[in-house]
């Protein structure tokens, strides 16, 4: 039975910029990206059992913890063909691609775009521009952040010497209460620290509206065929797997019960016990003549 193994930091240059990205095990590759506010470390819990069949990539994305902190780029198209160039720069033909949070409308951009490329999408506690499909999860606005985070210059502004409690705040609220491991903690602080920190951070949710244009014009090109898998928990529940349902071939759905929204380090259990047939699970390949 293979064991997990190391993880391997490495900076990779890609689309003007170079990331930072976390590398381990051997076999089909899977990319896992993270979100706000989170590192790599995001998939502590998970990168060892995953590499023990897998060659794991998971990258900090551009602006976020060691990658280039970018002057621009932070809408998802952009996103998508950084991690293109990870691949490509470790010679990775295909890749299974998982994106919780800001990393969702990522993976989802670069399977529209690349189902050569893509083998499989895990899809994550996160919605996909205007698509249709969170209408009850709007119903009331969008989480208050998104407006404060938005506005150019003023969140870093205001947060700069307190990012620690604010953080702290999204750590409680993403994991109901039950907070994240000290050195998970301690990493996400320190890669969200200072002014620029921040500006890359709020920069992702500034590029909100062109990621929603994006993910409007591919859609409206294309279909999503790679097969799909979305994966609720608290608070977005089943709005992702609503809004993906009319443009997949072929989608699955599951709500991790008592879960917050950061998955990957409240319930990695469960995550991994979806997550692994998931992965495992062979692409069929269309009939030949």
Known sequence: MSHPQ?????????NGIEANVA???????????????????LWSRVIGPLSASHRVIA??????????????????????????????ALGEPTAA????????????????????RVRRLVVMESLLGTLPGAEEFLASG???????????????????????EYLDWFLAAGTRGRGVPPDVREAFLAAYT??????CAFSYYRALPESARQIDEATARARLTVPTLAIGAHPVGRSLERQLRPVT?????????????????????ELLEILTPFLAAPVEQPASD
């Open 6 to 14: 190391p993880v391997t930091l490495h900076r990779i240059a890609t």
């Open 23 to 41: 590398v381990a095990g051997t076999g089909p590759a899977v990319v896992l990206l993270h979100g706000f506010p989170h590192t790599w470390r």
């Open 59 to 88: 990258p900090d994305l551009r602006g976020f913890g060691g990658s280039t902190r970018a002057a621009d780029g932070y809408d998802a198209g952009t996103l998508a063909a950084d991690v293109d160039g990870i691949l490509d």
């Open 97 to 116: 691609v998982v994106g919780i949070d800001a990393g969702t409308p990522v993976a989802f951009l670069l399977a529209l775009r690349r189902p050569d």
């Open 142 to 164: 969008p989480p208050w952040w998104f407006g404060f985070h938005a506005v150019p210059g003023l969140a870093e502004t205001v947060l700069a010497g307190h990012e620690t």
């Open 194 to 199: 200072g002014r620029d920190a921040l500006r």
């Open 249 to 269: 071939d072929d989608l699955t759905g599951h709500l991790i019960p008592d879960c917050g929204h950061i998955i990957p380090l409240d319930r990695p259990r």
